[in-house]
């Protein structure tokens, strides 16, 4: 790819990888500058790459962001980044229906090289011809060339909803009663305990009023 800085035309390039013949790039604006994520139209694999113009050496000035990725669903023809570059939507075709499927991946996982990095693809219209998104990253849409005979093509909508797994505590402390003194923190609670008498695993109650307290 190349790099045009636009105050004196100067242009830098740079190699991806060896033998890519890129289908689609897309670009994020990050903290730490912009990155790029390419689909190889060969062999149908993501890169994500970072691109440092302000690195000092010897930092990079291109970097990859963690690994090819592979094992979509179907067959990868083009890549859109969301805004700040948290997660990328892959939008793809089933080499025999040629059905257009949307698959997300993310990205932060793919640059920490963590499992689970795609998520579940959704079905749209056939023979995909391009994704974009809306400013805010709330909407997505693809369009799509239909079957030519009864599906004339059209514009999908994809509505993108995201939730904080940090929430999850929020539920299950709702409602959460106080100490009438707020000077002791419930590790358990034994019902119906009589003083003195043996307490098994079963009379314990780790979830009823427990304070959970994630690291």
Request: glycine share 4%.
């Given at each position: 790819f190349s790099a045009v800085k636009l105050s004196d035309n100067s242009v830098q390039t740079d190699a991806v990888a060896a033998g890519v013949k890129p289908a689609s790039i897309s670009v994020a604006a990050t903290t730490a500058g912009?990155?790029?994520?390419?689909?190889?139209?060969?062999t149908r694999k993501l890169y994500l790459i970072g691109w440092r113009p302000d690195a000092v050496s010897p930092a990079p000035i291109v970097l990859p962001i963690g690994d090819p990725v592979?094992?979509?669903?179907?067959?990868?023809?083009?890549?859109?980044?969301?805004?700040?570059?948290?997660?990328?939507?892959?939008?793809?075709?089933?080499?025999?229906?040629?059905?257009?499927?949307?698959?997300?991946?993310?990205?932060?996982?793919?640059?920490l090289s963590l499992p689970n990095l795609l998520g579940s693809p959704v079905p749209l219209g056939e023979n995909p011809l391009d994704i974009v998104g809306s400013s805010d990253g709330k909407r997505l849409f693809v369009s799509y060339d239909g079957d030519g005979q009864s599906d004339p093509g059209a514009i999908a909508v994809l509505v993108v909803t995201q939730t904080d797994c940090r929430d999850i505590f929020k539920r299950v402390l709702d409602p959460c009663p106080?100490?009438?003194?707020?000077?002791?923190?419930?590790?358990?609670?034994i019902a119906d305990y009589v003083y003195a008498q043996q307490v098994t695993n079963a009379d314990i109650y780790n979830c009823t009023d427990t304070h959970i307290l994630p690291s």
């Open positions: 912009d990155n790029l994520a390419f689909i190889d139209s060969v592979t094992g979509f669903a179907h067959d990868a023809v083009a890549a859109l980044y969301s805004p700040g570059g948290r997660w990328v939507y892959v939008l793809e075709q089933d080499a025999t229906d040629k059905t257009a499927y949307v698959q997300p991946v993310d990205a932060h996982a793919v640059e106080d100490c009438e003194h707020e000077n002791c923190i419930v590790l358990a609670t």
